[in-house]
């Protein structure tokens, strides 16, 4: 039985289903028309646990007549055991392979479900985990508690069906997991029986495994032919982290059982009942309560929290001496369902809930059997079965048997308001440290010592469990079962120069205090982006190969060492440049010199130089050139005679009447000159024009360009003629009456002129 937010899910051995508050019927989900009845028995569910969402995890075994799987809504289901998950809605989602899981359990925690069982020869997870038993080497060779020692296995999921690890647990033996449960912090607490064979010596042990399936601690809490015991042991009925943080133990004997720590006596035809507590931190022991006369049948007891109270769910024949009185099965040696609660105080038991059973007719059977139980508040769901006519569990409570099988299990769900109950507390303290025994993991406190919010001291805990007392131990966070030097550390927490590397790995043991350091221990430079200033300059001019990167940095106490595109190095303190470099793509790494650092790198660009280039224009009517450069950055200007110097694109000159020349260098020796000649006297003939102009005689020998421009600057005429063809313009009938500005350029020779159109 779970309890979700919407209702409960009930599972068998034949069905789930889901039932509302009321009990009315929302979903059921079977198996049983399936596969045509290819199996050699009915499908089984064996365990069940659902998720903060509702969602339903379930052990499934199908035991098939024929090779391969079935399907379920189009999913595989494997012939054999499996896990299963069903969404709120009672609808299959996946199922992953278990063979050879027996008597498994299911914890959920976080996103993660844990299957927890036994196996006897060999358990496939999800085909990636294959383990083989371990063959108990105390029993004769090939005899079949050899060949096939039980042992446990714990696997984990996630919530999408992926086995994320899986582990063998447990000794050569036969291993029985009795009971299993949890914490907040997901570790797993385990009830073993280990050695139920002829061949070993019997124990009972509890195990706290923590969440990546590791061991945190192990405790044998009985043992046979130990102590005054004769062949029993404790057999384990369920586990539990109360409230309170500390870990409980429903457990029977047969037959007397003491230790060091509890004395179960058996003086009756049934088993003898109690109570184990036990700290969850470490596993010593705290305090018990047993009772003579519980039922043998299934060895049934199911725990559950209330308001500080710990609440049983179990069975008795026989009569039972409680702290509010003493009760008595109806028929001497058959069973009763009951209900204890605890008071974790005082550590005394009181009964809740007796189910008197009526048998009918001339049947005797009157069993009553508590299943597990479920608190909500003030609410108790309360599972079980009976063989029954009817079932009395008060005067208000009177479940009748209608189907007339009261020789066969009927199955029982009831809600019961715990509301009215008297939960007055005795509020003992017994070592006076403040804090209540039920609370307290650490009851015996030294006077004077300040305690937690659990009761223990400094002097009492050992919180990695590592042997040393937290208010002597220097690592107090060792890995669980660590060997450690009287410290509490062990050798891969030894850290003589506190760098936070352990000595056992630290190749550098006398790093400065403060210092980063690598996984060796040894000092590492951690690099800022913003430590460095990098600038890529361009080649100066085209195929010289002269660029250069420049690199600075304010921190002058650090050697550094630059890298660039892996074959050129340089190591510098402040500044330094790569210089000569061709046009192209650059990868330039900086790390520290001769110590370990982090790399900073930069991808960075040489550009290509291009010519010097100068094109000007002529205002004939303000007698102005406009110069537009290009190709440098910084710009020689000879004028007639006249010296400018510029670092501007544009530049504009006042013209003189006749020729005015300019010339254009630059810094760079690299850079040829260029010129423009301007000629206001410049003869051009017709002036004024009506069909042609011919330029023929002021023309050299190279490439000519002629346009003609409006005043405006719209162009209206643009030709070349080549070094062997006559510059004469032709076709200008097309050009309106007015006046244009025409453009002659020769080479380095640029002439401008004013003409007019007839």
């Keep these: 039985m779970s309890k979700v937010a919407d209702g409960m899910i009930l599972f068998s051995s034949n069905n789930l289903e889901k039932r509302n508050e009321a009990g009315e019927l929302m979903w059921r989900f079977d198996f049983f028309d399936l596969d045509d009845y290819q199996y050699s028995s009915k499908p089984i569910l064996r365990a069940m646990v659902t998720d903060e969402n509702g969602s339903v995890y379930a052990q499934l075994s199908f035991l098939s007549n024929s090779p391969g ?25 996946w199922c992953k392979k278990l063979t050879g899981s027996t008597s498994p359990k299911l ?95 019997d124990e009972t042990q509890i195990h706290k495994i923590d969440s990546h399936l590791r061991t945190v601690w192990s405790k044998t809490i009985s043992k046979e032919y130990v102590e005054g015991n004769g062949s029993s042991v404790l ?107 605890f008071n974790l105080n005082s550590f005394k038991a009181e009964y ?58 009927n199955f029982y769900l009831l809600k019961y308001n715990l509301k009215g109950l008297d939960l007055t507390n005795e509020e003992d303290d017994t070592d006076l440290d403040g804090v209540l025994n039920a609370m307290d993991s650490c009851p015996n406190t030294p006077s004077g010592e300040s305690v937690d919010e659990n009761g223990c001291s400094s002097a009492q805990k050992d919180s990695d469990l590592d042997g040393v007392t937290d208010n002597l131990d220097k690592c107090p966070d060792t890995f669980p079962n660590a060997e450690v030097n009287i410290d509490g550390c062990s050798q891969d927490q030894i850290d003589i120069d506190l760098d936070g590397v352990p000595d056992i790995r630290d190749n550098c043991d006398d790093t400065q205090l403060g210092a980063t350091v690598n996984e060796e221990g040894c000092e590492i430079v951690i690099l800022d982006s913003d430590l460095f200033q990098i600038e890529a300059v361009g080649e100066a001019c085209k195929d010289a190969s002269n660029g250069r990167i420049d690199i600075q940095t304010e921190d002058t106490s650090t050697v550094y060492r630059a890298v660039l595109n892996g074959t050129q190095e340089i190591s510098f303190t402040g500044e330094t440049q790569f210089a000569d470099l061709a046009p192209g793509q650059y990868e330039l790494c900086i790390l520290a010199h001769e110590v370990d650092s982090d790399t900073l790198c930069y ?30 950055s910084n710009y020689k200007i000879d004028f007639n005679g006249d010296q400018f110097e510029t670092q501007e694109s544009f530049f504009e000159l006042k013209l003189q009447n006749g020729t005015n020349k300019v010339l254009v260098t630059t810094d760079h020796l690299c850079q040829d000159s260029v010129s423009y000649t301007v000629d206001l006297d410049l003869q051009i003939a017709p002036n004024p024009f009506t069909d042609e102009i011919d330029l023929s005689q002021i023309k050299g020998n190279g490439l000519v360009k002629v346009t003609i421009h409006t005043l405006q600057g719209l162009e209206v005429y ?18 309106s009456s007015g006046i244009y500005l025409l453009n002659y350029s020769e080479g380095q020779q640029q002439f401008s002129q004013k003409i007019i159109r007839k």
């Design 107 to 201: 914890i959920y925690h976080d996103g993660y479900v844990y299957v927890l069982g036994v196996f006897n020869d060999t358990i496939n997870i999800s085909d990636t985990y294959i383990f083989e038993n371990r063959e108990n080497l105390d029993c004769s060779a090939g005899s079949l508690e050899n060949i096939y020692a039980r042992d446990i296995f714990i696997a984990k999921f996630n919530s999408i069906g992926q086995v994320q690890n899986a582990i063998v647990f447990g000794g050569f033996a036969h291993d029985d997991l009795k009971a299993v449960t949890k914490d907040a912090n997901g570790n797993l607490y385990l009830a073993i029986n280990y050695g139920t064979s002829s061949c070993t010596t």
């Design 352 to 409: 809740v809930i007796h189910n008197k059973g009526e048998p009918k007719g001339n049947s005797t059977w009157t069993n009553s059997l508590s299943g597990p139980i479920h608190i909500v508040n003030d609410d108790l769901y309360y599972s079980g079965g009976m063989y029954l006519n009817s079932s009395n569990f008060n005067s208000e409570i009177v479940l009748h048997n209608y189907v007339g099988n009261e020789e066969f299990e």
């Design 718 to 735: 643009h030709e070349i003629f080549h070094p062997d063809e006559p510059v004469i313009l032709k076709n200008l009938t097309r050009l």
């Design 603 to 632: 991808s960075l660009k040489i550009e290509e130089a291009t010519d010097l280039d100068l094109d000007g224009k002529v205002d004939l009517t303000a007698r102005i050139l406009k110069l537009e450069l290009s190709g440098s």
């Design 69 to 93: 799987s079935t399907s379920i809504a189009n999913i595989d289901i494997p012939h054999g055991d499996s896990l299963i998950k069903i969404n709120p809605n009672g609808e299959l989602l």
């Design 235 to 341: 057999q384990p009925s369920d586990i539990h982290i109360g409230v309170n943080g500390k870990l409980y133990l429903w457990a029977y004997a047969s037959s007397t059982v003491v230790s060091n720590d509890y004395r179960f006596v058996n003086t009756s035809a049934g088993y003898t009942a109690g109570l184990l507590e036990y700290n969850a931190d470490d596993g010593s022991f705290l305090n018990y309560i047993s009772y003579d006369g519980f039922a043998n049948y299934g060895l049934r007891g199911y725990m559950s929290d209330f308001k500080g109270h710990l609440m049983i769910a179990t069975n008795f024949h026989n009569s039972v001496v409680f702290d509010n009185g003493s009760i008595s099965a109806i028929n001497e040696g058959e069973e009763d369902a009951l209900l204890i609660r």
